[in-house]
């Protein structure tokens, strides 16, 4: 399984654009690309998934250069709420393993 | 709403006994579900990956007679604790594919273990 690396932490006010970068350099052919978010004593809940380009849902934007060998998670406006651990994960998701491995994750704090 | 389901959230129990968590999948199928522990400010640890209708298949360093680990049913995975001690103290969190898409990992949220 690919190996991620992500910055231990970040921080942020409300209001404003946040852009979590991760590396895989060795991401394979039918790798996707997912990020997580994780709350205190809460389990991980997904954010977005993409394999090139550029991926937006309601909450967040997922852009991947055309090497795939990093991705950015961007989350816009961000408030107090979204003071989490964000965690990229790289597999392939036909296998039966899919992203299994956890990376140390990005701890965001987002102050007001 | 919640796809997969986790229970209990919390438990506290002496040192020695066997604790029991349950993780099912509530809207699909699940021919595999996945065991990982967390320790305090530290990230997801994979232990086991749980097969219906066969053993389990375990991590590195994780012991399968400490982590016994049955997937009875498509949609119901246990993890039993045996014999805890307080090292086992730990955050326990299941999650599941849905046996018939490419769709990401759906995780429970999480069960405190906390063993006195």
């Known amino acids: 399984l690919a190996k991620t690396t992500q910055p231990i932490s970040m921080d942020s006010y409300e209001g404003q654009e946040v852009n979590i970068t991760c590396s895989h350099n060795n991401i394979a052919t039918n790798d996707y690309i997912t990020w997580y978010q994780q709350f205190p004593s809460q389990g991980p809940r997904f954010i977005i998934q993409g394999y090139k380009t550029k991926v937006t849902n309601e909450v967040a934007s997922l852009f991947i250069p055309a090497d795939r060998k990093s991705s950015t998670l961007s989350l816009p406006r961000v408030s107090l709420s979204d003071t989490a651990v964000y965690y990229c994960l790289v597999g392939d998701p036909d296998t039966g393993r899919r992203a299994l491995t956890f990376g140390s994750g990005t701890r965001l704090q987002v102050q007001p | 709403g919640a796809v997969v389901s986790q229970h209990p959230s919390w438990v506290i129990c002496k040192s020695g006994t066997s604790v029991k968590i349950e993780c099912r999948s509530l809207d699909f199928q699940a021919t595999t579900m996945f065991w990982y522990r967390q320790f305090p400010k530290q990230s997801l640890m994979l232990m086991a990956t749980?097969?219906?209708?066969?053993?389990?298949?375990?991590e590195q360093g994780v012991e399968k007679d400490k982590f016994l680990i049955n997937h009875a049913s498509l949609t119901l995975s246990t993890l039993t604790v045996t014999s805890a001690h307080p090292e086992d103290s730990s955050f326990y969190i299941c999650s599941a594919n849905r046996a018939d898409s490419n769709q990401p990992q759906h995780f429970g949220d999480g069960t405190r273990l906390s063993i006195l």
């Open positions: 749980s097969n219906e209708g066969s053993k389990a298949t375990y």
